[in-house]
C-alpha cells in the first residue's frame, strides 16, 4: 500500500516535487563540490615551496569551511524544501487515513517519497559540483591565489556524502510534514486538515527566542575576542541566527500582516491570507535570510574596508570571497524561490473559490503581490538586523570601525533582485494557476 500511496503522489504532483529536485541535485553539487575541492588542495602534488605558497594563502582552510557549511545549508535547507512539498498532501493523507491507512503505512509513503526524488537528484547533481569545483580551482589559478599545480580531482566521499545529507533530510522533512496528518483520528483527519491551523507552536517560537539570543551573545564575545577569529567565528552567528529567524518566521509574518491593510481592501484580505498562512510562508524566510545576510556580510566587509583604507581589498582576496558567497547564495535563492513556488500552487483552489465569488484575475493577483511585498519587507528587516549583529562587531575586530559602509547602487541593486525573486515564487505561479477558467482549475484540483 506505500509504495502505491508513492506512486500515486508522484504522478498526481509532478511539479509539487519540481522544486525539491532542483533543490536536492543543487545541494549535492555544492556538498561534492567543496569536498573535492578541498581533498584536491590536500592532494595535490606540490614541491615544499609550492605547498608552502598554499598553505600560508589561507585557502585550504577557505576550503575545509566551505564543506562544513555547505553540510549545514544542504541539511537544514533540503529539510525545508521537502516539508514544504510533503505539507501540501496533507488532504491526501488525511484522507488515506480516513479510509484506513495506518500512521506507519502513512510515514513510510512519504519517506519512499522523499528518497525517490532525492536519489536521482543527487546522483545528477555530484557531476554538476566536479564542473563547479572545477571552475573555482581553475579561477583561483587564474587570480594567482594558489599555485597552479592544484588541479581538480573528484573526491571518492562525494557521492556517499552527498547521498547521506540529500536522502537524509529530505526524508526528515518529509516526515516532520507528515507528523500531524498521519497521527489524527481517521474519522477527524478531513476535518483538522481542512484549515490550517492558526495557533504557533510555543516550542517552535522557545527555539527561535534561543537561537537569536544566543547568536547576539556569540556576536558580543566575537567584539571582544581574537580579531584574526572574527570572520570564522561571525559565520556561524549567522547561521544561528537565521535558523532562529525561521523558527519564529510565523511569529514575525502575523506581526507584519496588518501593514497590508494600508493598501485598503486588497491588503485587508492579503493579512488574512497571511495570518493563516503565516507557517506555509515562513519557510520561504529561511533560504531568503541566509541569501540576503550571507551577501550583505560579504559584500559590506570589502566596501568597508576599502573605505577604511583608503584602496580596495586583493582583486584574488575579492574573488575568492565572492565567488565562494555566490554560490551559496544562489542555492539559498533557488530553495526560497521553489519555496514559494510550492506554497503558492497549494492554494490554486483557494485562487479559484476567490474568483468564482466576484474576484477579477487582476484582483487576485494583487492580493498576492501585497503578500509578495510583505514577505519581502519582513525578510529584509530581519536578514538586515541579523546581518548587524554579525557584521558589526567583526568590522569593529578587523577594520576598528563601528559603521558598515555600502554604496547606494550596492543597495539599490540588491533591494531589486531580493524583490524580483519573491515576485518570481509568487505572481509567476499565480498567473500560470490563474490561466484557466476558475471552474475548471477547481475541477482539475479539487
Not at 529530505?170 to 489524527?184: D, F, I, N, Q, W
Not at 491593510?261 to 533560504?287: C, E, I, K, Q, Y
Not at 533582485?417 to 490563474?434: H, I, N, R, S
Request: hydrophobic fraction near 55%; include cysteine; proline fraction near 7%.
Amino acid at each position: 500500500m506505500s509504495a502505491g500511496l508513492t506512486r500515486q503522489a508522484l504522478r498526481k504532483q509532478p511539479w509539487a516535487f519540481a522544486g525539491p529536485f532542483v533543490t536536492q541535485c543543487l545541494a549535492a553539487a555544492l556538498v561534492s563540490g567543496a569536498l573535492g575541492a578541498s581533498s584536491s588542495m590536500s592532494g595535490a602534488r606540490l614541491d615544499p615551496p609550492a605547498r608552502q605558497v598554499l598553505t600560508e594563502s589561507s585557502i585550504p582552510e577557505i576550503a575545509t569551511l566551505f564543506v562544513v557549511v555547505s553540510v549545514y545549508l544542504t541539511a537544514l535547507i533540503v529539510g525545508l524544501t521537502m516539508t514544504s512539498s510533503i505539507a501540501r498532501q496533507a488532504r491526501d493523507i488525511a484522507l488515506v487515513r480516513a479510509v484506513g491507512a495506518t500512521p506507519g503505512r502513512v510515514r513510510r509513503a512519504v519517506a519512499a517519497q522523499a528518497a525517490v526524488v532525492a536519489v536521482p537528484a543527487t546522483v545528477l547533481g555530484v557531476p554538476l559540483g566536479a564542473l563547479l569545483a572545477h571552475a573555482w580551482l581553475a579561477g583561483l589559478t587564474g587570480h594567482q591565489a594558489i599555485p597552479p599545480g592544484v588541479t581538480f580531482h573528484p573526491s571518492p566521499a562525494a557521492l556517499p556524502a552527498a547521498l547521506g545529507i540529500t536522502v537524509g533530510a529530505s526524508v526528515v522533512g518529509a516526515l516532520t510534514a507528515a507528523m500531524r496528518p498521519a497521527r489524527v483520528r481517521p474519522a477527524a483527519a478531513l476535518t483538522e486538515t481542512a484549515v490550517p491551523r492558526r495557533r504557533i507552536s510555543l516550542l517552535r517560537t522557545a527555539i527561535g527566542v534561543v537561537l537569536l539570543a544566543g547568536g547576539v551573545v556569540l556576536s558580543i564575545l566575537i567584539a571582544k575576542g581574537d580579531p584574526a577569529k572574527a570572520g570564522e567565528s561571525s559565520l556561524f552567528t549567522m547561521l544561528a541566527m537565521c535558523v532562529g529567524a525561521g523558527f519564529l518566521g510565523p511569529v514575525l509574518l502575523r506581526l507584519a500582516a496588518p501593514l497590508t491593510r494600508l493598501f485598503g481592501g486588497t491588503g485587508a484580505l492579503a493579512a488574512d491570507n497571511l495570518a493563516v498562512r503565516a507557517t506555509a510562508l515562513s519557510g520561504a524566510l529561511v533560504p531568503l535570510v541566509l541569501a540576503i545576510a550571507f551577501a550583505t556580510v560579504k559584500v559590506v566587509t570589502h566596501t568597508t574596508s576599502a573605505r577604511v583604507h583608503g584602496a580596495p581589498d586583493p582583486a584574488a582576496q575579492v574573488w575568492t570571497e565572492y565567488s565562494g558567497t555566490a554560490v551559496y547564495v544562489a542555492f539559498a535563492a533557488v530553495a526560497a524561490v521553489n519555496t514559494l513556488v510550492t506554497v503558492l500552487l497549494s492554494r490554486r483552489r483557494e485562487l479559484a473559490v476567490t474568483r468564482l465569488v466576484g474576484a477579477s484575475r487582476m484582483r487576485a493577483l494583487a492580493v498576492v503581490v501585497c503578500e509578495a511585498l510583505l514577505v519581502t519587507v519582513t525578510a529584509l528587516a530581519v536578514s538586515t538586523v541579523v546581518a548587524m549583529v554579525t557584521m558589526v562587531p567583526m568590522l569593529h575586530g578587523m577594520l576598528g570601525t563601528w559603521m558598515p559602509y555600502l554604496p547606494p547602487g550596492q543597495l539599490a541593486g540588491g533591494l531589486a533582485v531580493v524583490l524580483g525573486l519573491v515576485l518570481l515564487g509568487t505572481v509567476v505561479p499565480a498567473l500560470v494557476a490563474m490561466r484557466r477558467p476558475a471552474v475548471e482549475s477547481l475541477a482539475v484540483d479539487p
